[in-house]
């Protein structure tokens, strides 16, 4: 069988109208805001940024029926945005480093940032988003760096959006405030997330689980692949289960620092 992944030709309807599929055409599957769960293997979601035509070529990725290897590259680029998870920054005013498409007014750039729970870094970056970063943002933590990274792709507002790991570098807390705010935002059009984590997948309409081969193994919402008493749900459960015991662990770490502050006064 074939690994293909398709997307249809034209706008997203609200009701969700793009289509996921591995492996096989007969597994294709409807959706608005959709999580990808794997083991291994991510490459399937970042497949959709064109990054290689060479090494996609025996099995090509679909956008409309048409190879995106067919496609015009700058064109597919505003239709489809792949965000990764290492986040690259560049040295600049971070008001233009946000804007990667020239567009954005002030209040644009504002909600992005709130959406991406990152305005503290306007108050860490001297002059805001006027202020300058320097280079690869290292002024910044790797949670602020990763906010930035998700508010600038949020800006480029395309029809297709892939965030591998968008929240990997923020507390649970933050997670969920992030996840919340993208699930709104986004509404309408289609987002695919690359993700372990419980929080950001309870919000998003269909989860698709992979095996180690990067096929659909499952599929569902979180709450339904969490309830499967299967070998799937089994499989499902041991990788969102270890997400969920890292962030109990982040809890347990800051609820043992109050403790000691509070011991120490």
Known sequence: ??????????PVATSGDVR???????????????GLVAATDVHVATRLGRLDDEAEAGTPVRLGGVPLADLDKEALRHRVVVSEATPHLFSGVLGEALDARGRATEADLLAAMVTADAHDVLDSVPGGLAGELPEKGRSLSGG??????????????????????????????????????VAQVRRGRTTLVVTASPLVLDHLDEVVLLDDDATVAASGTHAELLARRDAHGA????????????????????LTDTDLEGAAR
Do not use: C, K, W
């Open 1 to 10: 069988m074939t690994d293909t992944t398709t997307f249809p030709v034209g």
């Open 20 to 34: 996921f599929a591995a492996a096989a055409p007969e597994l294709l599957r409807e959706f608005n805001a959709a």
């Open 144 to 181: 602020q760096r990763q906010r930035v990274a998700l508010a600038r792709a949020l800006l480029t507002e395309p029809e297709i959006l892939v965030l591998v790991e968008p929240t990997s570098a923020v507390d649970a807390h933050t997670e969920a405030r992030i996840a919340e705010r």
């Open 235 to 254: 499989a499902y459960r041991a990788v969102v289960g270890r997400s969920m015991a890292e962030d109990a662990d982040d809890e347990s770490d800051e």
